[in-house]
C-alpha cells in the first residue's frame, strides 16, 4: 500500500534511534495491522517501506509495517524505489 505526503522527516530522532518517528501519521496510524511495535516506526531508505522494530527472543530486528491485510506500508511507489 502506498501512503504519500505522510513522511515528516522533522518528526523523526537522532542517535542509535536515528530516523524513528516520534510521532506515526494518523494515516499510518489507521491502517497498520495490530500487534506491531507503533512506538519504534522508521522508513527503510532502500525501498521507502515503514518498518518497525520487532524485540525477539534472540535479537531485536526491524520488519515491514504491514496493513490489516497484510501489504507493506511504503511513502512512495515501488518502481520509484527501485530507481532511487
Excluded: W
Excluded at 515528516?8 to 506515526?24: R, S, Y
Excluded at 519504534?40 to 517501506?49: F, L, N, P, S
Amino acid at each position: 500500500m502506498l501512503v504519500t505526503a505522510c513522511a515528516n522527516t522533522q518528526n523523526t530522532t537522532a542517535g542509535p534511534d536515528e530516523g524513528i518517528f516520534k510521532e506515526l501519521p494518523e494515516s499510518i496510524l489507521t491502517i497498520a495491522a495490530p500487534d506491531q511495535d507503533l512506538t519504534a516506526v522508521k522508513i527503510d531508505e532502500t525501498d521507502g517501506c515503514y518498518v518497525y522494530r520487532h524485540r525477539g527472543p534472540v535479537e531485536t530486528i526491524f520488519l515491514p509495517l504491514r496493513t490489516k491485510t497484510g501489504n507493506p506500508i511504503c511513502s512512495r511507489a515501488a518502481k520509484e524505489a527501485a530507481t532511487g
